[in-house]
Every structure is written in structure tokens, then in C-alpha cells.
């Protein structure tokens, strides 16, 4: 077995700099998770499908239980608990989520979240395919993703399209 | 989106049925959720498993030795030592001999069972060291396929039970084979519900803490399980008042699964044992193998007898249901659907035969609807055989059999009283809404480019309120009849209210709930009013949410302390202004006299009153402001009778989707164009929260419709361990889904209100699969089995020669 | 499910890459992006004793579009082939990049990870496979370019020796004139591997004969299969929709596709026929609607 080194990292979280002793394989969303104690982020397949993980890695939106800590030394990252402009505010999509019954249980809403608000970064007025696309790394079992879509046509400020069309 | 309508709603509300943002949102948008693999605790190990890889095998040996030499390893638990030192988890048929215990010893009964726990300082230590145990198996003969493990001379699972038949009942309600060799027709068919289940993101997570000084194991799990504490204190051999579960974790989905027994029996006891905090959280692996989190996997046989007017006079039906390698609660999931066995239709006479089997597969768990899902698919794919034989629209047929808007309550064979419905009403909704000429039309234009499409109905109910009667419907020697929610209130010295709910919450928006019901009735600002969740030692009974009974059973229980509180309020105020309280209104903030407005007494006087004044309180009063509820479900309380009858859920909501969608006839691949969902749960409390879960319910129905399947192999192993075997629906897969709201209160609850958890998931198999076979019948195709996949499309479509009705 | 304990090694160039891959030894994973190795070094399918970091190269991070070849170099985001200038030189880019995972995927994934680990449903390797990229791999002391037919020897599986590192990809960008391409894939879900996809690139003579064809599928074999035998004597020829069938038909006969939890080979057969055939046409008509 390779013997266990362990690696000084230094990572911009949410916008405050963090350095850590990392082994090479803690991954990404265990460090943020255990060490950071960022639990925002969360777990929930850890092969890279379900998206929960989602976190915005130097403004763009990546898995976190794909990588492991120690390979995004020097970069950026943005956690859910990252998205609010203040304390005590809300984003506009953590705003819209709430208003337009985006979640249930809350567990895949941080990575979803995320995914939107990467969407919106690049398209500022998204249609229901973009959304849809947009957050097809994300798996919710709540929603149905409807209200997920209203949430982001709400937040772009678009009224709900008839799904007919 | 939706559009609500309430033409038939008792009366004006203030809060209840408005738009308000769920109060739970607040901390799930920022990432201040509560969930139980957040819990860290000073000192806390972890825990890994090792699975057998074989169906079916005794455990010869177990080396655990290069294991526990691996630094940072704390123990290695085998079941030989478990199993002496705890009492299993039974059955809830009558099957003692049926035992389970969280690591098998000394027979392996699936692959993936748990064979042994690691315990480490680390879970990826734990998992380092689970690699290296090594256990040698000797391999015994299996049982895969349901219908073979019924027949003689088979291996059986469990030796001790003498049969893989672990529970078999028939129920004759009413002359069935009179009524079936006089009506004029008969069609049988079969129909295949594959092995799916709710799969939430959130995997199984529990911390166990227990201290030798006060005696108390601490559980913080991600829980969603009627009696759960009572079952964990009975298998740890521990006092009820021992173990004390937080209620207050949050838990990641659960729609019925999250029951993980067994993983916090084997959590509880390593830290007992240990004298440690000990946390599992079951990776993905873990959980889709040996977490026993499947659901129903079920082979219906059915006959329907109908007229030529289309009148359904009767019905048989034969369900198998393949529960795996251990029974749990399980086999009640087929006595469920007893309580709505003929559907919304006047069906006369009914004959049930329920099966439960065990093979050697992962054990089931209860799957949100109880088996009712599985059982619409069945009844529902049978309306469109009837229809189709006798050259009748699916919706004439339905509108024939459908029980009217005057006959409620009504009485089904089985014994249970509908309490209220206007079935008619919702499908026209729902057509109206879709604009079925249109979809006609679409449906049309999609053929003449070449596609197959099919237009599909369902029309299904969701029985509500969890009377659970098919406890001692299914099990005789089980004589439970109290099913029960609690709520207690507090208005405290500063004039805020909090609420005390004695279970977990699973997304359902419990604490919105409680908070608009109290609001409703003591006229308060629901924002103002804090609803927390209490632990099992200081909870009121509960039986958890289940069977879609929230909004009925704590929205009652809710509404009934709340109630107690204002009638307080109103004595204590009528002893001050020296009135009769009926003379007395009571008001947002202040009761009054109803013929002088000038003659009144502020919330905030009351509340002084109430906690600090006690000489101007009315003689025999308590101090203070605080009153309990705890509520038997309406209907409830009584035992089956001889012949099965029993009165099952309360309150019966009732769903009919209309889906238009195409097939790409060269790739079998399916494609939606048109969702619509007419929808009627009684009085909304809260829209927003219906409108989720009936969305929500839609894409689990979609999913196991389309996609989802636990798949073994002939050898009996487990094909579907991660997310690219077993598939769930994405947001590019669930289509945009229209839901139509239509209200018929329930005469039976404080709001009319009637539950809706299971929404949506009750009649979207049945819908789907209802459009797929209207498109497959253009070319004489079928298909009666789901996952629909696109290779199981084509199959049907290359298969056109085979029929599935017979006479 | 967390990964075996490994040493991490981070080569700021390529050199620095090539001769730790030299002296660590046989048990030794290059990673990029990680998006196959990572998840399945969390299951345990791979447990290599060291991972050396290639990500922060930069002189594989470049891209040089040209005007008859586009040079990647391995570690280029598959994000980066969206980008429309590129797209318009190659458009099967375009046309597949939509089905390679999601946008999380494609934000770290990279181009020569994915060639590297070769999964034969992947988009990456079968547009490779079609167009005959040539792939320049490197060791410590040598250095060999391979074509993209040779490169893919089975699942899992190219012909890289395990001291080599993919450096760079030479896609050949073909006449804008007359030009068609398309890239179909059915899965059951969006962003999943495909149960059976088809790529079919033309270019036509002014007078409609075919100039140069390429086409092939993936997921019916062990690797993505390009079918050159079928495609070189059309040369010079017109090709009717009737023909065209037939030659999908005929490619599909020489794939031998296996059964596994979502699709039977005999269903993958009729997939992959149909969207090859559709594939075919599609460039075809595209290629005859749009003169430049």
C-alpha cells in the first residue's frame, strides 16, 4: 500500500482562504464537508450522477465528489452557503426557490442551486429546455423539477410558459 | 404549473389554502439544513460494510485479522456475536420464524447482505480494512424467480419456515364467480410490476451515542417509520424510555423507505459496546444492494366481468408479490390497496388473493402508496382492455363505472367507506385542461408523420389518513387498532407560539403545516408561530408520516390543541369582561363583546393573565397557556371481521392524469408532448405543498414506468448497484406537467382537508402505460410489463402477434 | 465509497509528467479531469499506488485551429470544444458535446481523458474514430503519433503503454463546401452512455458524387468501429436513400454488439442500423442543402 503523505492546500472558499493538511484521496465534498464542516454541500452517490454535490469551482459548476481536495489547490470555490449576497439575504434564485416551492426535503437544493446559478451567470434569460438542460446533472427526487423551472423563470423574471407550446 | 379552483370548499379561510412560502425553505436554500450525516461528534468512528457476493450461503469462517491490524481500525463485528445479543426484527405477518438481523449468521439470503462491520476512526479506513477481511462461504442453492419459488421441491430461504409462501389469503367480498359467469363478458390479463422503488438522493445516515451514565442511547437517523423507537429499544433489549431519537434531523426523501432498522440496531450496538459516538452512512453501493430499500415486485393475474353497456359487474385478482430474502413490513404492502380494491368504480364484488414470496433476493420496504400504485396499474390497464374490447372510448367506459358525486359515503366490498368524490368532475377537468380534441388532433398528426402515439387516462384514488388496519386484516394476532397523531401547543409569557410535532419530516413541509392550521384558528401571523419536532422521550404518540395522513392526522391534531387554546382564551376573557363567552368574539389579537367593540381584552393582557396572574384566572383553571391533542384517525378503531372486511383509510383523494406521447417506432424510444393532472385532495392547507408532491409523485410514476428497475441476474446477482444501472428521471426526462385542482372536502376532517403525499406517483404508471399500449394498438402491439424501456417497446412491437386477452 | 490511499503528484510540465510516469512504476494513473477515473477509484475499480497530476499543464491546454486541422492538446476542457469557432470547423462537436454527461461533466472532463479511458459508447472516442484523429502520444524517451482506428484496441483498453501520455489530438477538419455531418445517440436518459450512437461525416463533388464519406457507431463492440472498407469505394460515386440504408445495414453486420442490463444486441442492432441510417441522410441532405 503507497505510504499515506499528506499535502498542505490552500483553496479560496467562498471567498476566505483556507489552508488545510489534505491525504490525496479525501475528496473534494468530504473536505469541504468534514474538515471545513461546510455542511451545505451534500453526498449522495459519489460516481458522479446525481449532482447533489455541485459546487462552483472558479465560477463554473463541477461535482465535488469527482475530484479530490488536494486538485483544486489554488482555485476558487463557491458552496451553497457561498450563494447569499449578505447575511440574512438571499440570492435572487435562493429567493425564487423559496417563493415558487423549488424544494421538499432539501437535499439535492444546494447542487441544484448551484447548477442554476451557473446557468443564469451565462444566460441571464434561459428558456424551460435551457433550464431543463441546465440542471440535468441534478437529480431530485421531490419536485418533479416543475417548480425548479418556475423558480428560475421566476428569478429571470419570464411567466411560466404554457408546456403545450 | 397549476390552476386551483374551490367551488366546493366549506368556507372561507384566512391562511389555509393561500400561497406562503414553506417555512422550512429558510434553511434549506442556504444550506443550514439538519441532516443526520452532518452530525459530528467529539471522538465519532465510522462504520463499513462487507456484503456477501453470493445469493445464498452459509458463512464458514471469518478472518479478520490483517483487518484489525490496520492502524486506525477500532473493531470488527461478525453477526455470530450480534445475533446473541439482540432480539431480531420480526415479521409483521404472523411469521416468527422469519428472522432478521442486521449482519446474517450463519446464512447468506441475498447478495449484498451484510455479512460483517468494520468500525474505524474514518469511513475510508473502515472501507480499507473491510477489503481485507476475508470470509469463506460454502454456496447453497438459490431461488430467483417468484413463481418458482412457490413451486415444490424449490430451495427454501428459510428453512425453518417450511415454505417461501410466507403469507397467502384469499378474500371473496360478495358472489364473484355468480356475478362473473352471468355478466356477459370476461377478459383476463396480466400485467408485471417490476422491482422499483422511491431510491431518495439522501442515502440511510445514522449516529448512535450512547452514555453509561444516564442510560440513554442518543439516535440521530434519517428516519421516516412508525414505532421506530419502539423497535429499536425491543431488539437492543433496552427500556422504550432508553432511547431517545431526534426527531428534529432532517431527512433527505424518504416517500416510505427510510425505515433502516436494522442499520441502527448494528449502530446502536457498536456503541453501546464501544463506548462511543459511532456514525454510518451508507454509500451508494450499500444502499441500493443490502440497504432493503426495494419495492414492490409484483405479478398480477386479473379478471374483469362487464355488460355490454360496459357496466364492470366484478373482479378477481391474483397478486404475487416477490418481498426478497426477509419479510419486515413488507407483505402488508399487498393488504393496503384492500381498502380501495375496486378502484373509483361501482365494481359489485371483488376477489383478492395476496401472496407474499420470499427469494433470494434484497428484501423490500414500504414504497410510498403502500402497494396502491402497482395495484391501479393492474385495475386501470384492465378499464382499457374492457374498453377496447368493446369498442367503447376509454372515457365513456369510465364515466359508465364511475362511482357518482351522490353515492358517498360509499361502501366498497371490502368494507371501507369512500368519504367523498366527484370523480366525473376531475377527469373533465383534467380533459379540459389538455383540451382533448386537441390532443386527438395532435395525436393524429403524430401518426401521420409516422410516429406511434397514444393518448392515456387514468383515473385512481389515493386512499389517505393511514388507518392501518391491514395490520390485523393481514395478521389476526395483531390487534392494533389505535393509529394516532399528536400536537401540543404553547403560548408562552411573551405572547409566541410554538408547536411541539412528535416526528421527523421528509420534505413534506410538516412545520408549514402546523403553523398555517394554528394560525387558522387562533388568528395569528403563521409566520409568527415556531413548530419544532420533539424527541421520543418527550414526543406524544405518533404513528409517523405515512399512508399520505399528515394534513388529516397533525393538521388535526394541530388544530384540535389550538382549539383547546382558544376556548381558554374566551373563558379566561369572559371572566374578565364578565360576559357569556358565547357572547364574546374572538379576533386577531383581541376578543370583544359582540355588542360593544370598546368592551374587549388584547392577545397580550390574556397571555399575562393566563401565566403571571393567576387571581384573575376562573376558579379550576391551569396556569399558563399549553394544551395537547392526540387524535385516533376518523373511522378508525375497529378489528376485521371474519370474512376481511374492515374499514381501512379515511379519506380518499382521487387523481386522473391525461398524457399524450409519441414512440419513435424504429428506436422504441417515447417522447411526452402533453402531462395534465386533475387533482382533488379535499381543502388544500397548503397548495404549494400539494402541487410538490403531486409534481414529485408524477416523476417517481415516470420513473418506474419508464426506466426504473432492481435487476437480478438468473445466478442472483444484483445488476443494479449504481446510478448508471438503475436510472432515475431527470429534468430532461420528466416532461412539464400541468396539475387542475378540484375540491370535495372530506366531511370528515376539521378543514375538509384529505391527504395528498402519495399524489401523482398513485396514477402515473397507470396513465403512461395506458398511452403506450393506445399507441402500440394501431399496429396490434401491447405491452404488460413495466420498465416501458425502449428496448422493451421495441420487443413489443417486434412481438406483435401475441394478445393479452383471452375469454 | 472512498478511494484507496495513493501518493499525488503534481507535474507543472510535461517533461516533469513524463519522467515521473517513468520512475513510479507500474501501478501509476495519469488524471486530468477525473470524471471516469475519480468515480472509479471511489468504487475501487482502480486503485493505482500514485496519481500524477497533468491538469496544470499548459502546454496541454492549448488549442490550434487551422485551416484544415484543429490541434487539441489532451488536457482542453470538453467545454471548450462548444465554443462556436471550433464548432464551425468540426461540427460533430457540436452535435455530440450536448450528450457527453452534463455541464458539470464537461467543465473538468477533458478531451484526452476521454480517449484515454476509451469507453466504446463514448462520444469523444467514436468523432475520433470517424475522422481518424491522430493522436501524438509521449513516453520519457520517445514519442509516436497513432491513428485514431488504432488507437482503441477494446473496452477500456488503447494502446498506450503505461509510461505514455496522450499529449495531443490532430482532428483533420474537412471542405467547408458541400459539406454534412451528424451525430445521433439514443439513451435512455440524456447524458447517459449510449445504448448504440452513429456518426457520418460527407463531403460531395459539385455534381452530387461523393468526395469523401466517413461513418461509424458506437456501442456495438468493444470499441467505436468507423467503417473505411464501406465507405472508400463510394468514392466518386452517388448514393441514393436506398443505398444508404443498405450500407447501414451492411456496416451493422460487421459489428458483433453484446447484451447488458438496458439494451439486447439484437435491439442494439435495429438502434444503431436506424441511426446510422438517419445519420447518413442527414449529413447527406445537409451536405446537398448547404454549397459554400
Known amino acids: 500500500m503507497a505510504q499515506i503523505n499528506s499535502y498542505t492546500i490552500t483553496i479560496e472558499v467562498n471567498g476566505q482562504s483556507v489552508t488545510k493538511m489534505v491525504e490525496p484521496r479525501i475528496s473534494l465534498v468530504d473536505f469541504i464537508r468534514e474538515e471545513l464542516r461546510l455542511t451545505g454541500t451534500h453526498v449522495g452517490c459519489e460516481h458522479g450522477i446525481c449532482g447533489a454535490c455541485s459546487i462552483l469551482l472558479n465560477g463554473d459548476p463541477v461535482r465535488s465528489c469527482c475530484m479530490f481536495a488536494i486538485q483544486a489547490n489554488g482555485m476558487r470555490i463557491t458552496t451553497v452557503e457561498g450563494l447569499a449576497p449578505e447575511r440574512g439575504q438571499l440570492s435572487k434564485i435562493q429567493d425564487a426557490f423559496c417563493e415558487k416551492h423549488a424544494l421538499q426535503c432539501g437535499f439535492c437544493t444546494p447542487g441544484m442551486l448551484i447548477a442554476c446559478q451557473a446557468l443564469i451567470n451565462k444566460i441571464p434569460q434561459p428558456n424551460e429546455t435551457q433550464i431543463r438542460e441546465a440542471i440535468g446533472g441534478n437529480l431530485c427526487r421531490c419536485t418533479g423539477y416543475q417548480q425548479i423551472v418556475d423558480a428560475v423563470l421566476f428569478a429571470t423574471k419570464i411567466s411560466s410558459p404554457n408546456p403545450e407550446q | 404549473m397549476s390552476q386551483s379552483d374551490t367551488p366546493n370548499a366549506k368556507q372561507q379561510f384566512t391562511y389555509i389554502g393561500k400561497h406562503r412560502r414553506a417555512v422550512e425553505h429558510r434553511r434549506f436554500v442556504v444550506g443550514a439544513g439538519n441532516f443526520a450525516g452532518d452530525i459530528q461528534l467529539p471522538g465519532m468512528c465510522h462504520v463499513a460494510i462487507v456484503a456477501s457476493p453470493y445469493p445464498s450461503a452459509q458463512i464458514i469462517k471469518i478472518d479478520a485479522q490483517a483487518a484489525l491490524a490496520l492502524p486506525g481500525v477500532v473493531t470488527v463485528l461478525t453477526g455470530e456475536e450480534l445475533c446473541q445479543q439482540i432480539e431480531p426484527i420480526l415479521p409483521g405477518v404472523d411469521a416468527p420464524s422469519v428472522q432478521r438481523f442486521p449482519l446474517a449468521y450463519p446464512t447468506i439470503r441475498y447478495s449484498g447482505e451484510w455479512v460483517v462491520a468494520v468500525v474505524a476512526q474514518s469511513r475510508a479506513i473502515a472501507e480499507d480494512a473491510a477489503e481485507l477481511i476475508q470470509v469463506q462461504y460454502a454456496e447453497l442453492p438459490f431461488v430467483i424467480d417468484p413463481e418458482q419459488a412457490l413451486q415444490p421441491g424449490t430451495h427454501l430461504v428459510h428453512q425453518i419456515a417450511k415454505t417461501n409462501l410466507i403469507f397467502d389469503r384469499q378474500f371473496v367480498w360478495g358472489p364473484v364467480d355468480q356475478d362473473l359467469a352471468n355478466c356477459a363478458h370476461t377478459i383476463n390479463y396480466r400485467v408485471r410490476w417490476a422491482r422499483s422503488s422511491t431510491v431518495p438522493i439522501e442515502t440511510f445516515a445514522v449516529v448512535c451515542d450512547w452514555q453509561d451514565a444516564t442510560q440513554i442511547l442518543d439516535v440521530w437517523a434519517s428516519i421516516q417509520m412508525p414505532k421506530f423507537p419502539d423497535q429499536l429499544a425491543k431488539a437492543l433489549r433496552l427500556p422504550n424510555n432508553s432511547v431517545r431519537v431526534h426527531f428534529d434531523i432532517d431527512v433527505g426523501g424518504s416517500y416510505g423507505v427510510k425505515r433502516g432498522l436494522k442499520h441502527t440496531i448494528l449502530v446502536a450496538y457498536l456503541a453501546k459496546k464501544l463506548h462511543r459516538p459511532i456514525r454510518f452512512i451508507e454509500d451508494r453501493l450499500e444502499n441500493m444492494r443490502g440497504g432493503d430499500m426495494q419495492g414492490p415486485d409484483r405479478i398480477f393475474e386479473v379478471t374483469m366481468g362487464f355488460e355490454n353497456d360496459g357496466e364492470i359487474r366484478s373482479m378477481k385478482m391474483h397478486a404475487i408479490d416477490d418481498i426478497g430474502a426477509y419479510a419486515g413490513r413488507t407483505p402488508l404492502q399487498l393488504g393496503k390497496p384492500v381498502g380501495a380494491i375496486c378502484g373509483p368504480y361501482r365494481i359489485q364484488s371483488v376477489a383478492y388473493h395476496a401472496q407474499a414470496v420470499l427469494t433470494n433476493k434484497t428484501p423490500q420496504e414500504a414504497v410510498r402508496g403502500f402497494g396502491q400504485a402497482p395495484t391501479n396499474y393492474a385495475i386501470e390497464t384492465g378499464i382499457d382492455l374492457v374498453a377496447r374490447f368493446l369498442k367503447m372510448s376509454r372515457i365513456d367506459l369510465r364515466k359508465r363505472n364511475l362511482i357518482a358525486n351522490n353515492e358517498f359515503p360509499y361502501l366498497i366490498p371490502s368494507g371501507t367507506h369512500y368519504d367523498s368524490g366527484d370523480y366525473a368532475a376531475v377527469l373533465d377537468k383534467a380533459l379540459k385542461s389538455a383540451s382533448i380534441e386537441d390532443l386527438h388532433q395532435q395525436r393524429d398528426d403524430l401518426r401521420k408523420s409516422g410516429e406511434l402515439a397514444g393518448i392515456g387516462i387514468s383515473t385512481c384514488l389515493e386512499p389517505s389518513g393511514g388507518n392501518s388496519a391491514f395490520e390485523p386484516l393481514f395478521n389476526p394476532k395483531n390487534e392494533t387498532t389505535t393509529w394516532m397523531e399528536s400536537c401540543l401547543v404553547r403560548i408562552d409569557l411573551g405572547g409566541t407560539i410554538t408547536a411541539i410535532m412528535g416526528t421527523s419530516s421528509s420534505g413534506q413541509a410538516h412545520e408549514t403545516l402546523v403553523s398555517t392550521v394554528i394560525a387558522e384558528i387562533l388568528l395569528q401571523d403563521p409566520e409568527t408561530i415556531r413548530v419544532i419536532h420533539s424527541d421520543s422521550l418527550n414526543a406524544l404518540p405518533s404513528n409517523s408520516p405515512v399512508g399520505s395522513r399528515m394534513a388529516i392526522m397533525l393538521g388535526g391534531a394541530a388544530a384540535g390543541a389550538a382549539k383547546k387554546l382558544k376556548q381558554q382564551l374566551l373563558a379566561i376573557a369572559a371572566y374578565q369582561l364578565q360576559k357569556n363567552p358565547n357572547d364574546l368574539v374572538y379576533s386577531a389579537n383581541r376578543i370583544y363583546d359582540h355588542t360593544n367593540q370598546n368592551n374587549q381584552i388584547s392577545w397580550s393582557t390574556l397571555v399575562e393573565i393566563a401565566h403571571r396572574k393567576f387571581h384573575l384566572l376562573p376558579a379550576n383553571m391551569e396556569p399558563g397557556l399549553q394544551e395537547k391533542f392526540v387524535w385516533e384517525v376518523p373511522t378508525g378503531g375497529q378489528l376485521p371481521s371474519t370474512d376481511g372486511k374492515v374499514q381501512m383509510y379515511p379519506c380518499h383523494s382521487f387523481e386522473s392524469h391525461v398524457v399524450l406521447l409519441s414512440i419513435d417506432p424504429k428506436t422504441g424510444k ?128 417486434q412481438d406483435k402477434n401475441s394478445t393479452k386477452i383471452s375469454n | ?94 452535435q455530440a458535446l450536448p450528450w457527453v454527461g452534463h455541464q458539470q461533466t464537461r467543465n473538468r472532463g477533458t478531451v484526452g481523458g476521454s480517449l484515454a479511458h476509451a469507453d466504446p459508447s463514448a462520444e469523444l472516442p467514436l468523432i475520433a474514430t470517424v475522422l481518424n484523429a491522430s493522436l501524438h502520444v509521449q513516453s520519457h524517451n520517445s514519442q509516436r503519433e497513432i491513428r485514431a482506428q488504432d488507437f482503441f484496441l477494446g473496452p477500456m483498453w488503447t494502446s498506450l503503454a503505461p509510461q505514455e501520455c496522450l499529449t495531443d489530438i490532430h482532428w483533420p477538419i474537412w471542405n467547408k463546401q458541400f459539406f454534412g455531418s451528424r451525430f445521433l445517440e439514443t ?81 442494439r442492432m435495429n438502434l444503431a442500423r436506424t441511426l446510422l441510417s438517419r445519420a447518413l441522410l442527414g449529413a447527406f441532405e445537409q451536405a446537398q442543402q448547404h454549397p459554400q
Open chain 2, 670 to 797: 417515447v417522447k411526452i408532448h402533453r402531462y395534465v393532472c386533475g387533482h382533488d385532495c379535499g381543502v388544500m392547507i397548503s397548495p404549494d405543498v400539494v402541487h410538490g408532491m403531486t409534481y414529485g409523485g408524477i416523476a417517481h410514476g415516470l420513473g418506474a414506468a419508464l426506466m426504473e428497475k432492481f435487476a437480478f441476474s438468473p445466478e442472483g446477482q444484483f445488476l443494479s448497484g449504481t446510478f448508471m444501472d438503475y436510472l432515475l428521471p431527470s429534468a430532461t426526462e420528466v416532461p412539464g406537467i400541468t396539475i387542475v385542482d378540484h375540491c370535495t372536502p372530506s366531511p370528515l376532517t376539521e378543514f375538509g382537508q384529505k391527504g395528498s403525499g402519495e399524489a401523482g406517483y398513485l396514477g402515473s404508471p397507470a396513465a403512461i402505460a395506458s398511452a403506450i399500449n393506445d399507441a402500440l394498438a394501431t399496429i396490434q402491439a401491447s405491452i404488460n410489463y413495466l420498465p416501458m424501456t425502449p428496448n422493451a417497446i421495441w420487443n413489443a412491437i
Open chain 3, 1 to 94: 465509497m472512498k478511494a484507496a490511499p495513493f501518493d499525488y503528484h503534481l507535474a507543472d510540465h510535461l517533461d516533469h509528467a513524463l519522467e515521473l510516469l517513468d520512475h513510479l512504476g507500474n501501478d501509476v494513473k495519469l488524471i486530468a479531469g477525473g470524471q471516469s477515473l475519480v468515480p472509479m477509484m471511489a468504487m475501487r475499480l482502480a486503485k493505482p499506488s500514485h496519481l500524477v497530476d497533468i491538469n496544470r499543464i499548459q502546454s496541454l491546454q492549448q488549442i490550434n485551429l487551422q485551416e484544415k486541422s484543429l490541434y487539441t492538446g489532451s488536457t482542453v476542457k470538453q467545454k471548450d470544444l462548444e465554443s462556436s469557432h471550433i464548432s464551425q470547423a468540426i461540427p460533430l462537436f457540436k
Open chain 3, 187 to 267: 439513451s435512455i436518459r440524456h447524458g447517459d452512455f449510449a445504448m448504440a450512437s452513429a456518426a457520418a461525416q460527407i463531403n460531395l463533388n459539385p455534381d452530387g458524387t461523393i468526395q469523401q464519406l466517413s461513418f461509424g457507431v458506437g456501442g456495438m463492440g468493444a470499441t467505436p468501429i468507423a467503417f473505411p472498407s464501406l465507405s472508400q469505394p463510394l468514392i466518386g460515386k452517388h448514393l441514393s436513400s436506398e443505398a444508404m440504408h443498405e450500407l447501414a445495414n451492411q456496416a451493422i453486420l460487421l459489428t458483433e454488439p453484446t447484451s447488458d442490463l438496458h439494451a439486447s444486441a439484437s435491439y
